[in-house]
């Protein structure tokens, strides 16, 4: 025991074995610390991008609805009406034509 606490075994005779050995664990060590910090930085950026996906959902559900309540015929209806325009009491006919050949 007093000589781990001495590091004996790091200048002994067989120490390269126990020097390869740290070194090798000391590289796992630095792998997984940095593959650990990647897997943050991409739940991050996957948070960031659902909370980007709600707010362009929410604004997409607001400009549909806007664009709905324009193109209903009441109002397209008063629009016109500002412009002298009316609906028309006669509906639309289809104009027919008949080719030379």
């Known amino acids: 025991m007093s000589d781990i606490l001495k590091g004996k075994f790091l200048i002994s005779d067989g120490a390269f074995q126990?020097?390869?050995f740290i070194v090798f664990c000391a590289v796992l060590a630095i792998i997984m610390i940095a593959s650990s910090h990647s897997?943050?930085?991409k739940t991050f950026r996957v948070a960031e991008l659902?909370?980007?996906?709600r707010e362009?959902?929410?604004e997409f559900v607001?400009?549909?609805?806007?664009?709905?309540?324009?193109k209903?015929?009441?109002?397209v209806a008063e629009q016109m009406k500002e412009r002298s325009i009316g609906i028309s009491n006669q509906p639309p006919f289809k104009i027919i034509v008949k080719s030379k050949d």
């Not at 607001?62 to 324009?70: A, F, L, P």
């Not at 209903?72 to 109002?75: A, F, G, L, Q, Y």
């Open 18 to 20: 126990n020097w390869t």
């Open 39 to 41: 897997a943050e930085q």
């Open 50 to 53: 659902n909370q980007q996906l």
């Open 56 to 58: 362009l959902r929410s």
């Open 62 to 70: 607001d400009i549909r609805k806007d664009v709905m309540q324009k």
């Open 72 to 75: 209903m015929e009441s109002n």
